[in-house]
């Protein structure tokens, strides 16, 4: 049976209407933040569909070392908590040491825990511990059947606020695919499971010191995970992906996300009528 999974202002994974995630990857500077929330909360609004904010205060795993990471913890949490109040909208932000996680829920409905780090048992713990809403992403090196063992690890903590998400499988260098099987294998579970559609198309390491991707091709995933049933969708988006400074080889351009958010309800539509 599946779980349900309130997170707040009216948001449910697992509640049969198909829940949206998006923002930038990382936060760039707090007015961009706040101007591209502003747009996706209006047109969630618009679309009335559920739709939680997303975005990094740090990108811990970057390629280079010499990458842009974001504002840190201090400044990056004060950007979401102005988000969540000015837009009246759920934030989403990754965490990647156990030490952030408390401070994180503090104004986070949801914390992610990176596909790398998510066999890092301290860390999915700690981050059950809070209470929050635990999104993990399935490792690109781990089977679809493995996530169970994380499951138990944030059960052990009396949490079953818990949704899990698929971003591809490492195929040989530099490379990754979405096994459609992952969906319903994850949600034997019994919890929601969510798509994330952008960094399903990155090409770890592709550019030499930054990921690449075939950000052309996220639609078409979004589209397919939806027609398989999934519970959400994750997308990276930006006003002008070129000038991203993460993931910009994969962001879907805000002014096509309307579009596609239209698409994905209808295949929604059809696959649960």
């Known amino acids: 049976m ?6 707040d202002k009216g948001v449910v994974f697992g509640g049969g209407r198909l829940v949206f995630i998006a923002g930038p990857c990382v936060i760039e500077s707090r007015d961009m933040a706040l101007a591209l929330a502003e747009r996706l ?4 609004a618009r679309l009335r569909v559920p739709f939680i904010f997303k975005a990094s205060f740090d990108k811990a795993n970057r390629t280079s070392v010499d990458s842009f990471r974001g504002p840190g913890i201090d400044k990056g949490l004060e950007t979401l908590a102005e988000v969540r109040q000015r837009f009246n909208v ?3 932000t990754d965490v990647h040491e156990p030490w952030q996680c408390a401070l994180a829920a503090q104004v986070c409905d949801v914390l992610q825990i990176p596909a790398f780090l998510a066999r890092q048992t301290d860390l999915v713990v700690a981050a059950g511990e809070t209470g929050a809403v635990v999104n993990v992403k399935k490792g690109q090196f781990m089977a679809p059947e493995d996530m169970a063992q994380v499951v138990r690890k944030i059960e052990s903590t009396g949490n079953r606020r818990i949704v899990l998400c698929e971003r591809g499988s490492s195929f040989g260098y530099r490379n990754l695919v979405v096994d ?10 019994g919890y929601p499971v969510v798509m994330d559609a952008t960094h399903s198309v990155q ?3 592709g550019l030499g010191d930054a990921s690449g991707g075939d950000g052309k091709y996220a639609p078409l995933l979004a589209r397919a995970a939806v027609a ?3 519970d959400g969708v994750f997308m990276e988006t930006h006003v002008d992906p070129r000038k991203a400074k993460s993931d910009s080889a994969n962001a879907i351009k805000f002014s096509e996300i309307e579009k596609l958010w239209k698409t994905l309800l209808a295949i929604d539509k ?3 009528s």
């Open 2 to 7: 599946m779980r349900k999974v309130s997170v």
């Open 41 to 44: 909360t209006k047109l969630s």
């Open 90 to 92: 759920p934030v989403l």
């Open 180 to 189: 459609m099987r992952s969906f319903p294998v994850m949600r034997e579970t």
């Open 203 to 205: 090409r770890p390491g």
């Open 228 to 230: 398989a049933g999934v």
């Open 270 to 272: 059809a696959v649960k």
